[in-house]
């Protein structure tokens, strides 16, 4: 019987010990693609994963540009998922991208910077097999073979861009869109020559002619051989003294704070990272090209939760000429206690919620060591306790067969007595 009951308490503790076991899993994101090569009109769906305590994850590229934010409140991983269409109406390589910084359940962060490219080809026209009889024998004199679609290309990209004026800023990159030129107030147009990067593709210019004081965009269209098209421009800045009229920022620097998107003059709008839900302001440095150039902010206290946008107004020393900056932050909302409950699902986005207190004792090895002690005590407290009743009981059986021996010993002892007093009465008479 003792041996049986070790063994069911052995069982019991096992089991027990092992519901408790924790593989630590390092928090994680990841970005994939359903398919990675397909053609037009195929369904593709790109899935975001994160399995981290908190998450502060942006998206971008061609899918919804949007941050993905939380926290678990009792501090342990759990899975959030968000998915997305993305659109293959037209041939080209699309990329999705993420990035952003997660935490896992022992307090580690980790930057995450990943991202998945998505190459559409146009369908390939159906081959024509078709068949046809001759006269006579029936035999055909020739066979029809089939046709192969090319596949046109979707390049419409510029191998050079170049302009009849010094100053083009930044130098030509291909993966350039944007660029500025500064032109004194006698120079009404400028003569813009480029080439595609694809021989078959074809470019266009437009604005760079009649330019009035101030800012004028000159734009450049390029359509590649499939009907893809991509805009350069050139924002040329009239002023009789360009120096003057230059109200473009060297940087923008925001004091704990990082701007997603490298800073760029002609560029005029940013995207912070996401800020705490108690952040009542943000401390902005601007540095203008022209030191002489004047500078306003806007937007940048009193912010608010969810999406706020900063304004800075950039005013030239010739006081005519002006650029707008804009930086674009979120701020989170504030923590709440997290209601433990199933799985909740809204428009593709699924987010897994864990049991709190399971997950808890799992994410902490001292909440188990404790759980294995109080077991092992209460297996020990349980033996203890069969032992003592065990002795209780052997003790109980030898005081019975003591008291039976002593009840035997009285009664001899009583008829001998007895024998006694019948022999001195029988003397007597």
């Avoid at 990082?258 to 005029?268: H, M, P």
């Avoid at 939760?305 to 504030?334: H, M, P, R, S, W």
Wanted: proline share 2%.
């Amino acid at each position: 019987m003792k041996k049986t009951l070790k063994l069911l308490f052995s069982i019991i503790t096992f089991i027990l010990c092992i519901s408790f076991v924790n593989i630590t899993y390092a928090a994680s994101a990841s970005i994939k693609a359903s398919s990675q090569s397909v053609t037009v009109g195929d369904s593709v769906t790109i899935t975001v994963t994160i399995n981290a305590a908190a998450w502060n994850i942006n998206t971008s590229g061609n899918i919804t540009v949007e941050g993905i934010i939380g926290a678990n409140m009792d501090a342990v991983n759990q899975t959030t998922t968000k998915t997305y269409k993305l659109d293959t109406s037209k041939a080209g390589t699309y990329t999705a991208s993420i990035s952003g910084d997660i935490t896992d359940a022992d307090d580690t962060f980790s930057l995450v910077s990943q991202s998945v490219s998505v190459t559409v080809k146009e369908k390939s026209a159906t081959p024509n097999n078709g068949s046809g009889s001759n006269s006579g024998t029936g035999s055909s004199s020739s066979s029809s073979k089939p046709t192969t679609a090319v596949t046109k290309s979707s390049d419409a990209t510029l191998k050079t861009l170049k302009v009849d004026h010094e100053g083009l800023t930044p130098s030509f990159n291909k993966n350039t869109f944007m660029y500025t030129l500064s032109v004194g107030s006698d120079v009404n147009s400028i003569k813009v020559t480029a080439s595609p990067n694809h021989s078959k593709a074809t470019y266009s210019v437009s604005g760079n002619t009649n330019f009035e004081n101030g800012d004028n965009t000159v734009t450049i269209t390029v359509k590649a051989e499939n009907g893809t098209t991509k805009t350069y421009k050139i924002i040329v800045t009239k002023a009789e003294n360009p120096e003057k009229a230059n109200a473009y920022l060297t940087n923008i620097i925001v004091d704990g704070v990082a701007i997603s998107e490298e800073f760029a003059r002609d560029k005029f709008e940013y995207t912070l990272s996401e800020v705490d839900w108690n952040v009542e302001k943000l401390n902005i440095s601007v540095f203008p090209e022209n030191q002489k150039a004047t500078f306003e902010i806007e937007g940048a206290e009193d912010l608010k939760v969810g999406e706020n946008q900063i304004k800075i107004t950039v005013t030239a020393e010739d006081k005519k000429t002006i650029k707008e900056y804009f930086l674009n932050v979120v701020k989170k909302e504030e923590p709440a206690v997290e209601v433990i409950g199933p799985v909740v699902e809204d428009n593709n986005y699924t987010e897994v919620k864990t049991n709190g207190m399971i997950d808890t004792v799992k994410s902490n090895i001292e909440y188990q060591l404790l759980i294995l002690i109080y077991i092992l005590a209460v297996v020990e407290f349980i033996e203890i306790l069969y032992l003592f009743f065990q002795l209780r009981e052997k003790k109980e059986d030898s005081f019975k067969i003591k008291s039976s021996r002593i009840k035997r010993g009285k009664g001899k002892y009583k008829s001998e007595k007895e024998e006694e007093s019948s022999s001195d009465y029988e003397n007597i008479e």
